[in-house]
């Protein structure tokens, strides 16, 4: 299977070391078996619970950055606090790793990870909130309300249990949110959705494709573009959006049923 289709896994909160962390070690993280990275041992698990990202490259100017943010909390970490001193530390240093991976010349970026960082959720089916406060408050440190490094222009996550297709007229990476597999669904984004609310600070939202039913999405790369379709778990197309250096336009707007 993995010969026919190579698997790229980003780690989440439910890899983390008090969790399944002993499994995501063994089984699913690329690098060779560290016992003190392991999550065997509760004393290791703040080495554990934080990894280095990697790229996988795709073509000679296209790779996949992938990031672990399996600790990635709710609220934003404040540095001058002990509490959130180490992980602001080590997302920092993790963040820091990506622009120098980002920095390749000539190469673009799709960014890969669990927790969406310009993407949303709704808890009560009214009140939208943003992506990860943690993450969004250490990426603000090291790119000023633009978060990412110039060269992403894509950014794919899951965590959230929605289909989510973004685009925004500021300069920011389209995101994909692909959580609408497997679990239980999250609760449905607004519908219109309030276009005037915007995922994280200086990030304005231009349009939103989403759904709260089971599927599943397929990336096809064209010549000069990516082809994205959002499935049913039927395997009846829902939306299909095109994807062009860092703006994602879909064929449906708002919530696709």
Request: charged content about 15%; hydrophobic content about 40%.
């Given at each position: 299977?993995?010969?026919?289709?190579?698997?790229?896994?980003?780690?989440?909160?439910h890899e983390e070391c008090r969790r399944a962390g002993q499994?995501?070690?063994?089984?699913?993280?690329?690098?060779?078996?560290?016992?003190?990275?392991?999550?065997?041992?509760?004393?290791?698990?703040?080495?554990?619970?934080?990894?280095?990202?990697?790229?996988?490259?795709?073509?000679?100017?296209?790779?996949?950055?992938?990031?672990?943010?399996?600790?990635?909390?709710?609220?934003?970490?404040?540095?001058?606090?002990?509490?959130?001193?180490?992980?602001?530390?080590?997302?920092?240093?993790?963040?820091?790793?990506?622009?120098?991976?980002?920095?390749?010349?000539?190469?673009?970026?799709?960014?890969?990870?669990?927790?969406?960082?310009?993407?949303?959720?709704?808890?009560?089916?009214?009140?939208?909130?943003?992506?990860?406060?943690?993450?969004?408050?250490?990426?603000?440190?090291?790119?000023?309300?633009?978060?990412?490094?110039?060269?992403?222009?894509?950014?794919?996550?899951?965590?959230?249990?929605?289909?989510?297709?973004?685009?925004?007229?500021?300069?920011?990476?389209?995101?994909?949110?692909?959580?609408?597999?497997?679990?239980?669904?999250?609760?449905?984004?607004?519908?219109?959705?309030?276009?005037?609310?915007?995922?994280?600070?200086?990030?304005?939202?231009?349009?939103?494709?989403?759904?709260?039913?089971?599927?599943?999405?397929?990336?096809?790369?064209?010549?000069?573009?990516?082809?994205?379709?959002?499935?049913?778990?039927?395997?009846?197309?829902?939306?299909?959006?095109?994807?062009?250096?860092?703006?994602?336009?879909?064929?449906?707007?708002?919530?696709?049923?």
């Open positions: 299977m993995l010969a026919a289709a190579p698997w790229v896994v980003a780690r989440g909160n499994g995501w070690f063994r089984f699913l993280d690329p690098r060779p078996f560290d016992a003190q990275r392991s999550c065997d041992e509760a004393s290791n698990d703040l080495l554990g619970n934080f990894t280095p990202p990697y790229s996988v490259p795709v073509s000679r100017d296209l790779q996949l950055i992938v990031f672990d943010s399996a600790v990635s909390g709710g609220a934003p970490l404040n540095p001058k606090k002990s509490r959130d001193a180490y992980a602001f530390t080590q997302f920092r240093q993790q963040f820091a790793q990506v622009d120098e991976l980002a920095g390749k010349p000539g190469v673009n970026s799709i960014f890969i990870n669990h927790h969406p960082i310009l993407a949303y959720a709704s808890y009560d089916r009214v009140t939208v909130r943003g992506g990860s406060p943690a993450l969004l408050s250490v990426m603000n440190s090291i790119h000023p309300l633009a978060y990412y490094p110039a060269t992403v222009k894509l950014a794919l996550h899951g965590h959230v249990h929605l289909f989510e297709a973004i685009n925004f007229s500021s300069n920011h990476p389209a995101t994909i949110v692909s959580g609408m597999a497997g679990d239980e669904l999250s609760y449905r984004l607004p519908d219109p959705f309030p276009v005037n609310v915007g995922p994280a600070e200086g990030v304005t939202l231009e349009s939103i494709t989403h759904s709260d039913q089971f599927g599943f999405v397929v990336m096809d790369k064209l010549e000069n573009s990516w082809q994205v379709s959002a499935y049913d778990h039927r395997g009846l197309l829902k939306t299909t959006c095109t994807l062009a250096g860092s703006k994602l336009h879909c064929d449906k707007t708002g919530l696709v049923k």
